[in-house]
T-cell receptor
Framework: ELKVEQNPLFLSMQEGKNYTIYCNYS?????LYWYRQDPGKSLESLFV?????AVKQEGRLMASLDTKARLSTLHITAAVHDLSATYFC?????????FGAGTRLTVKP | NAGVTQTPKFQVLKTGQSMTLQCAQD?????MYWYRQDPGMGLRLIYY???????DKGEVPNGYNVSRLNKREFSLRLESAAPSQTSVYFC??????????????FGEGSWLTVV
């Protein structure tokens, strides 16, 4: 059974700092998603990673995928308050898609 | 620019009551899904419909039924609501069932409380 674990679950960081969120999955996955969710809102798609070594960047966020290690990372560069949200990763295996528990990120001035 | 629309947004039910959550998408997507989200947990798939006329169980289907009414609409029914079904429910759709890099689009969520 595909299981997805994220860490940390809670992250408080200062503006301007860098940090990485980790997403491990237990079995082979043919794609990896990252989503953002603001409080009381729906999920917004950030990245879809399809192959080993895939790297995608959008603004201060960069996502990467290592299929051999079954690991995806979401790197935050020079954090700003607007990045405060909950970030979810999701892995897909043979049409079974599972989400991580989410990382609640708070960026403080 | 509607995307995925869910109704109702908020609902309070008494234990044993039934209700249907409605979902419609205007993107001509083939696949539709119902998820639930509980505090501190990621989304868990309840049911999905890969294409019009088909439905399949997801990770947590017990206590729910679904109907893929047509290509646009996918409803979720609670026949006899239980407090354990208190949750936020999200409907989603995608062009093809998780193949390729297709993005999955989520609705705004339906907050359901069972007392």
């Amino acid at each position: 059974e595909l299981k997805v674990e994220q860490n940390p679950l809670f992250l408080s960081m200062q503006e301007g700092k860098n940090y990485t969120i980790y997403c491990n999955y237990s079995t082979t996955s043919d794609r990896l998603y990252w989503y953002r969710q603001d409080p009381g809102k729906s999920l917004e798609s950030l990245f879809v990673l399809l192959s080993n070594g895939a790297v995608k960047q959008e603004g201060r966020l960069m996502a990467s995928l290592d299929t051999k290690a079954r690991l995806s990372t979401l790197h935050i560069t020079a954090a700003v308050h607007d990045l405060s949200a909950t970030y979810f990763c999701a892995a897909n295996n043979n049409n079974d898609m599972r989400f991580g528990a989410g990382t609640r990120l708070t960026v403080k001035p | 620019n509607a995307g995925v629309t869910q109704t109702p947004k908020f609902q309070v039910l008494k234990t044993g009551q039934s209700m249907t959550l409605q979902c419609a998408q205007d993107m001509n997507h083939n696949s539709m899904y119902w998820y639930r989200q509980d505090p501190g947990m990621g989304l868990r798939l309840i049911y999905y419909s890969a294409s019009e006329g088909t439905t399949d169980k997801g990770e947590v289907p017990n206590g729910y039924n679904v109907s893929r009414l047509n290509k646009r609409e996918f409803s979720l029914r609670l026949e006899s609501a239980a407090p354990s079904q208190t949750s936020v429910y999200f409907c989603a759709s995608s062009e093809v069932k998780w193949t390729g890099g297709n993005t999955i689009y989520f609705g705004e969520g339906s907050w359901l409380t069972v007392v």
